[in-house]
């Protein structure tokens, strides 16, 4: 159940939250979790005229947003090293 009514004017470019947002209707999705809003999502916000918007979670601080900025920095890195090591596998064949 969505507790959270967000002001849409809240939402600002970089903004992150721990759960799904979505329109004041409740069923469509906005902004995913863990996701940043982008320019276009403030565009479409003030083009539709969405009065405020809906969620379970809480906007991420940014101490929170750079911890899973470095997370994924580690992933990518994790996977680029798989895929150097099955490249050389494939070479040896």
Same mark, same amino acid.
């Given at each position: %159940? %969505?507790?959270?009514?967000? =002001?849409?004017?809240?939402?600002?470019?970089?903004?992150?939250?721990? @759960?799904?947002?979505?329109? +004041? =209707?409740?069923?469509? %999705?906005?902004?995913?979790?863990?996701?940043?809003?982008? &320019?276009? +999502?403030?565009?479409?916000?003030?083009?539709?005229?969405? &009065?405020?918007?809906?969620?379970?979670?809480? &906007?991420?601080s940014e101490d929170q947003i750079l911890a899973? =900025?470095n997370e994924v920095e580690d992933l990518e890195?994790? *996977? *680029?090293? *798989? =895929?150097? *090591?099955?490249? @050389?596998?494939?070479?040896e064949i």
């Amino acid at each position: %159940m %969505m507790k959270n009514k967000i =002001d849409s004017n809240v939402i600002k470019v970089g903004i992150m939250f721990n @759960e799904p947002v979505f329109f +004041h =209707d409740g069923k469509n %999705m906005f902004l995913g979790a863990n996701k940043r809003a982008k &320019p276009y +999502h403030v565009a479409a916000l003030k083009r539709w005229n969405i &009065p405020y918007l809906l969620t379970s979670g809480n &906007p991420l601080s940014e101490d929170q947003i750079l911890a899973l =900025d470095n997370e994924v920095e580690d992933l990518e890195e994790v *996977e *680029e090293f *798989e =895929d150097a *090591e099955a490249l @050389e596998e494939l070479e040896e064949i």
